[in-house]
């Protein structure tokens, strides 16, 4: 079964420090990958997703991630935070099949310090 | 419309009463999702819905939870005998079907049981 795994729970920054959230996968194979974030009392708006072709993948306000397979991992970055970074990020598989139901990770909490 | 629209935003309930949650999916798309988010179990799936197929109920966590999607479109989760232990937050999302793989979340709807 497909799993995915946010060891950090919570991670703390301040503003205008780079980011680096991590998320590995375990997946049979190539998976559809996916980062969204969710603000207090919101649903979960995407970020960027990742299906084939150039590991290093571009999504909205500004954050990338990068799919390495041999490390069964797609972190998420960005340059400089903002205090509006402020929120719960979560990586998604989405499974195999038409269904395509996304397994999630527990979320990382980010804090953004002024 | 022009997103996914989840009412009510917030359910009250005693122990023991049913519960019904309702899903406006984006216009157009075929396949409809329910997730449940709660502290203890993070953001799980619970059931799809795609066109006029029979859904896949794999996640639903027990016969008190059932869901069905009138005209393709909007879908309604219904819990009964709510239980403590089904206090979360409920999310639905919609996907365009056929060459769509991202899923649209709404706001959710914060379930809590007294």
């Known amino acids: 079964a497909q799993s995915v795994t946010q060891p950090d729970i919570h991670i703390t920054v301040s503003e205008g420090a780079s980011l680096e959230l991590r998320c590995n996968y375990s997946y049979g194979a190539t998976p559809y990958l996916f980062w969204y974030v969710q603000s207090p009392g919101q649903g979960l708006q995407l970020l960027l997703k990742?299906?084939?072709?150039?590991?290093l993948v571009q999504g909205i306000k500004g954050f990338e991630a990068e799919f390495k397979r041999s490390q069964s991992s797609f972190n998420l970055r960005k340059p400089s935070v903002h205090w509006s970074d402020a929120a719960e990020y979560f990586c998604?598989?989405?499974?195999?099949?038409?269904?395509?139901?996304?397994?999630f990770g527990s979320g990382t909490q980010l804090t953004v310090l002024p | 419309g022009a997103g996914v629209s989840q009412s009510p935003s917030n359910k009250v309930t005693e122990k023991g009463k049913d519960v019904e949650l309702r899903c406006d999916p984006i216009s157009g798309h075929t396949a409809l999702y329910w997730y449940r988010q709660s502290l203890g179990q993070g953001l799980e799936f619970l059931i799809y819905?795609?066109?006029?197929?029979?859904?896949?109920k794999s996640g639903l966590p027990s016969d008190r939870f059932s869901a069905e999607r009138t005209g393709g479109s909007v879908s309604t989760l219904t819990i009964q005998r709510t239980q403590q232990e089904d206090s979360a937050v409920y999310l639905c999302a919609s996907r365009m079907g056929t060459g769509g793989d991202i899923q649209y979340f709404g706001a959710g709807t914060r379930l809590s049981v007294l």
């Open positions: 990742y299906f084939s072709g150039d590991t």
């Open positions: 998604a598989v989405a499974s195999s099949g038409s269904a395509r139901q996304l397994t």
């Open positions: 819905f795609q066109g006029n197929s029979a859904p896949d």
